[in-house]
């Protein structure tokens, strides 16, 4: 099922999958062989159905009626997990993934505001990089530790 809101009027399709699916739970249904269905709905209940195939006298029965009401059940539960947030335009829907800044074997040195650097492992060798985290291996301790990249700089 798909749900589409339009302020006052909400519309909920139904592709042939849902159908089928409605069907097995029906085993005497009537709907056999509609293609789709789309029911609009406002604030006081079903106001119109559009069928993908066949016209009502066909389809009209209580299974129709079974199936728009569970259309309704799923647009309330919709409108109620409406997203609150606002949507951007032109921003794609996939992540970049930054590149980091250091290459494994790297050697760097830690910020001075780490809890590693003021107990003497300033210095190390990145063995891992990914997400924006550093692993590096420090030379003091011989422990493997992640660091944010900015907490890190390129020793020569």
Same mark, same amino acid.
């Given at each position: 099922?798909?749900?589409?809101?339009?302020?006052? #009027?909400? %519309?909920?399709?139904?592709?042939?999958?849902?159908?089928?699916?409605?069907?097995?739970?029906?085993?005497?249904?009537?709907?056999?062989?509609?293609?789709?269905?789309?029911?609009?709905?406002?604030?006081?209940?079903?106001?119109?159905?559009? %069928?993908?195939?066949?016209?009502?006298?066909?389809?009209?029965?209580?299974?129709?009626?079974?199936?728009?009401?569970?259309?309704?059940? %799923?647009?309330?539960?919709?409108?109620?997990?409406?997203?609150?947030?606002?949507?951007?335009?032109?921003?794609?829907?996939?992540?970049?993934?930054?590149?980091?800044?250091?290459? #494994?074997?790297?050697?760097?040195?830690?910020?001075?505001?780490?809890?590693?650097?003021?107990?003497?492992?300033? %210095?190390?060798?990145? #063995?891992?990089?990914?997400?924006?985290?550093?692993? #590096?291996?420090?030379?003091?301790?011989?422990?493997?530790?992640?660091?944010?990249?900015?907490?890190?700089?390129?020793?020569?």
């Amino acid at each position: 099922m798909r749900f589409y809101d339009l302020g006052s #009027v909400c %519309y909920v399709a139904v592709s042939e999958s849902d159908v089928r699916a409605f069907n097995r739970k029906w085993p005497g249904s009537a709907l056999r062989g509609l293609k789709g269905v789309t029911f609009q709905f406002d604030s006081n209940g079903l106001v119109g159905v559009r %069928y993908a195939n066949g016209n009502a006298d066909r389809w009209d029965g209580s299974e129709l009626v079974a199936l728009s009401e569970d259309a309704q059940e %799923y647009a309330a539960q919709r409108q109620e997990r409406k997203p609150t947030r606002k949507r951007r335009a032109n921003v794609s829907h996939r992540r970049a993934t930054p590149r980091c800044a250091f290459r #494994v074997g790297d050697r760097v040195q830690t910020h001075p505001a780490t809890d590693a650097w003021m107990r003497g492992d300033r %210095y190390g060798d990145v #063995v891992r990089c990914s997400r924006g985290k550093v692993t #590096v291996r420090m030379d003091r301790s011989g422990r493997t530790l992640r660091f944010a990249e900015h907490n890190l700089t390129l020793v020569d």
